[in-house]
């Protein structure tokens, strides 16, 4: 949306951004509430645009997500090399992996809910060895 504004006595075009949550594709939940980012966009994605996390989006994923081995173990076999069960035997090394977010790029699923002002989407990889569900 676009909205005209004066400036100066000059018009101005101002867009209007669009609060969004983004989530990160997992194998077992829709919308994970537990782990997104929520940011400004200047439209609603459709499925299959390619939207790219900055570096501190992505920094903010990996933080939360080794902070919590039970989230990560939501994470561990959709997004790194290593299985769920070994990082249990070793979670110690949950600070050291790699998530590998970054390949998150293009908007698998669109949600808007009625009466809510904030737009939830859902980022999967382009790569088959990631694409799971």
């Known amino acids: 949306m676009r909205t ?3 400036e100066n006595n000059n018009l101005i075009n101002q867009i209007e951004m669009i609060k969004t949550r983004i ?3 997992t194998t077992n939940e829709f919308m994970d509430d537990s782990l997104f980012i929520l940011t400004e966009l200047p439209f609603v ?3 299959g645009d390619r939207i790219q996390l900055s570096q501190d989006m992505l920094n903010e994923l990996e933080q939360k997500v080794r902070s919590d081995l039970d989230l990560a173990k939501k994470y561990i076999n959709v997004w790194t090399i290593f299985d ?3 990082v249990e035997k070793n979670p110690g090394m ?5 998530f590998e977010f970054d ?8 949600c808007i809910v009625a009466g809510s002002d904030i737009v939830d989407i859902k980022l999967k990889c382009e790569t088959s060895i ?3 569900i």
């Open 4 to 6: 005209k504004i004066f």
């Open 23 to 25: 989530h990160i594709k």
């Open 45 to 47: 994605p459709r499925v």
């Open 84 to 86: 769920v069960k070994y």
């Open 94 to 98: 949950l600070r050291d992996i790699d």
């Open 103 to 110: 390949l998150a790029k293009y908007v698998s699923h669109v």
């Open 130 to 132: 990631f694409d799971v």
